[in-house]
Structures are given as structure tokens and as C-alpha cells.
């Protein structure tokens, strides 16, 4: 070749090397092609309306910005089973390529082992990507109901709505009954938390235990209005909103009950963790952490949780992965005592 042509040729090679991602490191984003024009799926555990509902748009919202390649985000609902439902779609049918995240109850890291084996997923095989919020639960009567303390519901029964087992809703309850006598007697078989409120207000129960963020963004008027009265809050210290209403921990005497709360409560730590399934890129992995961790920074979204009075403490994909790890490598025995606690049989038999 000509020397005069080949010098000729050099910017053409340039151009075309820059263009097919060959010019250098940093220049092909595959990441970015990936969700370029693509509709991400968040998929909800729960019905429209109420925190889970509103949280999972909050982060939509937000975290599309932040994506490489700025995709569409949409929420679709999928309730049954206090999140059960959710979580087997999303590991056992949702594409693995990073287009479909979850959200559903933290219950659901515990649920193949507390549970009555619905659960058809594996935690531990789980992709997760981050949470905004802890999600400390709380125990709370109608008025009417006439229980309007812990004293109190040692000494008179309470109907208090559940969704299926291995779910906090049905937990919570039978964990109290079990460990301290709270003398709760369970409505099962709601879909999820925002069905069994639907049903306080319909007077067909008296009592739900729920997250504690669900209350403040669902129904703020509750407390405020005096239409349910605390009873005990479910974290491992007192709430600070409500700093009167006592923590379950306070209650815990014995080694064997220290056990069970920390087994049970372990979950609230990763508060209302997003999801992947197994199996997704590892690039695109990590640009979804990379993209959650950078939303709960965000001054815009830090304003728009505060204007829905949610709490913003965040938990990393990361984090959440460890403890889940650390839940599954207890000893068996603690596991299978606390299994004997939250299920709905007497556990002093």
C-alpha cells in the first residue's frame, strides 16, 4: 500500500474503531445499550395503595434517572400471600436479565424456613439490590376494641387480622402469644396488609401488626385522631415517634427469647428490600446497586420521602446479602425453636 494512502486511511480506522467500542476503555457502555429505550418491571407484593405500593413508586421515579441508559420504569402489583406470590414469580419466572426487580415484604427472607412451605425461592440465590428504609413493625388495637396498651392485651382478647404464615402480619401476632401471653386471637387469610387495614375499618378485626411506615403513609390519621391505640413496638429498640409504647425487646427475659427476636427482627434491618432474580449480569448488578445507593443520596429524592413521611435509612445490596447469609448459618436448633414459636400451635406445649 502507498505510504501517501495508508496515511490517508488512518482517520477512517479511527472513527470506525471508536465506533464499534474499540478506541479505548470506557467508550462502549453495554450496560447502558442494555436499558436504552428498555421498560424496566418493579413487581409489588402487595395491592395498590399503602407503603409498599408507595415506596415501590417513589424509587420508580427516581431510580430511572439514575440508570445507565435511562430506562422507562413501570410497578406493576402482585399480591397474594403477604408477598409469597411476588417472590416465586420473580424467582422462578421473571426474565434474569436485570429487566424485572421485586419488592415485598422483609418477612420473605425468613419465610422458606418459619414458614408453612409455600415459599418456592431461595434468599440466599436472591439478587438484592437495596433498601431506603429499616422497617421496625408495630402492634396496634382499634379503640373500640377496648385494649389500648401491652397491660392491656394480657389481660383481654383481641381479633387481629393476618395474612398467610411466615408473613409479619401472622408472625408478629404468634410470636407475642407464644413468647408473652398477648392474648391475640387470629383472622387469617387476608392477602396482605392493606386488606387486613381495610378490614379495621370495616370493624371485621381489631388489631394488625404491621410496619410501622405503612401506618404513617397509609392511614396518618390513626394515631393521630386516636382511632388505634400502640401496643408494642416490634425492632430492637423503641420507636422514637412513639417513645412511650414499649419494644418487644424489653420483654425478652431469657436467652431462649433473646434468640427467637433476633431471628424473627433480623429482617427489619433490610427494611423494603428491591430484588433481582438469580442469574442476572454481573455488570448490570452492579450498576443497579451502584443506581439505588446513588438515589437514596439524592436531594431530590430525600425530599420527596420526606413529603410521604418516610424515613430514609439505607441499607445496601451488599448488606442485605450478608444478613441474609448470617440468618441461614444459625444452628438448627435456634431455627426450629423459633419455627415452633411463630407457628400458630401453643408453643408452651
Known amino acids: 500500500m502507498p505510504r501517501r494512502l495508508a496515511i490517508a486511511l488512518i482517520p477512517w480506522a479511527l472513527t470506525a474503531a471508536f465506533a464499534t467500542g474499540l478506541g479505548g476503555p470506557g467508550l462502549a457502555d453495554p450496560v447502558a445499550d442494555f436499558y436504552r429505550g428498555r421498560t424496566i418491571e418493579i413487581d409489588v407484593g402487595t395491592g395498590p395503595g399503602g407503603g409498599y405500593d408507595a415506596n415501590a413508586r417513589l424509587v420508580a421515579r427516581h431510580l430511572e434517572h439514575l440508570l445507565p441508559g435511562k430506562p422507562n420504569i413501570v410497578v406493576n402489583n402482585l399480591p397474594g400471600g403477604g408477598g409469597i406470590r411476588a417472590a416465586n414469580a420473580l424467582f422462578n419466572k421473571s426474565a434474569r436479565d436485570g429487566s424485572v426487580l421485586g419488592t415485598f415484604s422483609n418477612a420473605m427472607i425468613t419465610e422458606p424456613m418459619l414458614g408453612d412451605g409455600q415459599a418456592l425461592f431461595d434468599p440466599a440465590k436472591f439478587t438484592w439490590i437495596g433498601s431506603a428504609s429499616r422497617e421496625d413493625g408495630l402492634c396496634l388495637a382499634t379503640r373500640s376494641s377496648g385494649v389500648a396498651s401491652w397491660s392491656s392485651l394480657l389481660q383481654k382478647e383481641v381479633i387481629v387480622g393476618t395474612a398467610a404464615p ?15 401471653g398477648a392474648r391475640f386471637k387470629l383472622v387469617s387469610g387476608y392477602p396482605d396488609g392493606g386488606q387486613i387495614a381495610l378490614a379495621i375499618e370495616r370493624d371485621e378485626v381489631q388489631a394488625i401488626c404491621q410496619t410501622y411506615s405503612s401506618l404513617k403513609i397509609g392511614h396518618p390519621n390513626w394515631l393521630r385522631d386516636h382511632i388505634v391505640h400502640p401496643l408494642i413496638a416490634l425492632g430492637f429498640g423503641r420507636n422514637p415517634d412513639l ?9 425478652a427475659k431469657t436467652d431462649g427469647q433473646q434468640q427467637v427476636l433476633k ?7 433490610a427494611g423494603r428490600p428491591f430484588v433481582a432474580p438469580p442469574g442476572v449480569p454481573v455488570d448490570r448488578v452492579a450498576a443497579l446497586r451502584d443506581a439505588f445507593d446513588a438515589m437514596t443520596k439524592d436531594p431530590a429524592f430525600l425530599d420527596a420521602a ?31 425453636n423459633t419455627r415452633r414459636v411463630v407457628t400458630n400451635d401453643d408453643a408452651s406445649k
Not at 167 to 180: E, I, K
Not at 243 to 251: A, F, G, Y
Not at 263 to 269: D, F, G, I, K, Q
Open 243 to 251: 417513645p412511650e409504647v414499649p419494644s418487644v425487646m424489653d420483654l
Open 306 to 336: 420526606r413529603r410521604l413521611q418516610m424515613d430514609v435509612q439505607p441499607a445496601t445490596g451488599f448488606e442485605i446479602e450478608a444478613l441474609v447469609k448470617d440468618i441461614y448459618a444459625l444452628p438448627k436448633v435456634v431455627i426450629a
Open 263 to 269: 431471628v424473627v427482627l433480623a429482617p427489619t434491618l
Open 166 to 180: 411466615g408473613t409479619t402480619t401472622y408472625m408478629y401476632p404468634v410470636m407475642l402469644r407464644n413468647l408473652f
